[in-house]
């Protein structure tokens, strides 16, 4: 069948025939069905044996089963074919009646009796019954049956017409033909690459899997080491540490993810790391590193409450936490999920992949946060990069990352970068050294070499799409 197959597939691409195919559904009997039209519908026999005198309910279980039993009882119910009561079942005048009347499922299993039926010509009757019976446990199962019919072209009439000399192809090169010498006495087949064969369509990996092990790649090959964390944060971490205030917006129900606690009345509360007074003491009045801090008493239990993470910036805090001067320089990224309560549209997530990097290093300035960064996005495939001032609240200087987009011929700005304020960086290394800081959105440094114009459309599980997606390739 297989080579078959593959020879008519060969002469149709040769337009010698073409090859329609048609899809034909066809109903027929499971096993339920050919057993029950031997021995009958469950309801039939249960009609029979309570035709006389009533049955014992724990009688009848006993002989149908608890299954047949509820069905064949709930649908001789429905049709007031029988009566129970005090642990028996009746039969009424009703069910006298339908004793003597075959049931339009009845007949139509008699039909199936004599092979499959096309879905198409059944008739209204038929369909009623069918609908009954598919609701039961294998009883009737639908096929879909293939024929392919074969039909010469104008071209393959003119060549049968014709002499053609039989040739006797070599079709492929194996270790017989090889051993033979065939190839001095016969000749390979001549194959034509350009002409369309069915597609394969293999497993492959998620395309922004792809996406991420490139960026991995990309980072590991510049010096970095890879930090990973946890979804779930303390407001410590993820905020206070970073030097956001207690009142910030940013912190807001409707911004942020909380995670209630066991009885799901309050917030979730975690436990603060050894480091919480000096994070405390820069909120309030700045601590030792010059600030003014933001004047306000700094509440412990806001900094317990435990949230998703808003971004991998939390990862880098705590990353820092654990340096002393004696480890760096240091160089760390990471690719991680990250959580906004934010509304979804063609441009929003309310979960999303991350890119962050973190230099720690007291040779650094400014400069190199513009060079590490204009080489990572040209690896990308980005031929122009642009970093324009921008404000962020825990760096400074801070600046903005774009991109120029030759097909809309455009600037796209995809990220924010800058210098930990030393609120943020002395805090959590107890030195003031230079701390370059990035972080990006992943789909949106992405999305363009995938011409997706909704970002939804990343995370949407669209088997076409994931079958046609190009792999990512720079």
Not at 452 to 461: A, F, G, Q, S, T
Request: aromatic residues 10%.
């Amino acid at each position: 069948e297989v080579e078959a197959m593959r020879a008519l597939q060969w002469l149709s691409n040769k337009d010698v025939l073409k090859i329609v195919s048609s899809e034909n559904e066809i109903i027929e009997l499971d096993t339920n069905g050919r057993n029950y039209s031997k021995k009958g519908l469950p309801e039939r026999r249960m009609l029979e044996i309570v035709k006389e005198k009533p049955a014992r309910v724990q009688d009848l279980m006993q002989k149908f089963g608890n299954e047949e039993f509820s069905i064949a009882v709930g649908i001789l119910k429905q049709k007031a074919a029988v009566s129970m009561s005090n642990g028996n079942v009746s039969i009424t005048e009703n069910g006298k009646k339908l004793l003597n009347k075959e049931s339009l499922e009845e007949t139509f299993i008699k039909r199936l009796e004599k092979g499959p039926t096309p879905a198409g010509k059944l008739e209204a009757e038929d369909r009623f019954a069918l609908d009954n019976l598919m609701k039961r446990k294998q009883i009737i199962q639908k096929k879909i049956t293939k024929i392919k019919f074969i039909e010469l072209t104008e071209f393959g009439k003119q060549l049968i017409k014709q002499k053609i000399e039989k040739v006797n192809y070599i079709e492929s090169v194996t270790p017989q033909v090889l051993a033979a010498k065939e190839w001095e006495k016969k000749k390979f087949r001549p194959y034509d690459v350009t002409i369309n064969v069915p597609s394969i369509q293999s497993g492959k990996r998620h395309f922004i899997s792809q996406a991420v092990e490139y960026i991995r790649k990309i980072w590991l090959e510049m010096g970095f080491e890879e930090m990973s964390g946890n979804y779930a944060e303390t407001s410590f971490w993820d905020l206070d540490s970073l030097f956001v205030p207690q009142d910030h917006p940013a912190r807001a129900m409707q911004d942020t993810f909380y995670i209630a606690d066991e009885k799901g009345k309050n917030i979730l509360l975690g436990k603060l790391p050894s480091i919480f007074r000096k994070v405390k003491d820069v909120h309030e009045n700045g601590g030792n590193t010059g600030s003014k801090g933001w004047q306000n008493p700094w509440d412990e239990k806001i900094a317990k409450e435990v949230l998703l993470r808003t971004h991998c910036t939390a990862i880098s805090a705590q990353t820092i936490a654990k340096l002393n001067k004696n480890d760096l320089p240091k160089k760390y990224f990471a690719v991680g999920r990250v959580f906004r309560n934010e509304a979804m549209d063609w441009k929003h997530l309310f979960e999303f992949e991350q890119v962050e990097g973190i230099v720690v290093d007291e040779n650094v300035n400014f400069r190199h946060l513009l060079g590490y960064l204009k080489q990572f996005f040209r690896k990308m495939g980005f031929e122009k990069v642009r970093i324009r001032p921008s404000h962020f609240p825990y760096t400074e200087p801070s600046a903005e990352v774009e991109v120029y987009n030759p097909v809309k011929k455009e600037w796209i700005e995809l990220g924010g970068a800058g210098i930990f304020r030393p609120e943020v960086s002395k805090t959590l290394l107890g030195t003031e050294i230079p701390v370059l800081a990035w972080g990006f959105g992943l789909a949106r440094t992405i999305s363009e070499y995938w011409d997706l114009r909704d970002i939804r459309d990343v995370y949407k599980n669209d088997l076409d799409q994931l079958r046609n997606m190009k792999l990512f390739m720079r």
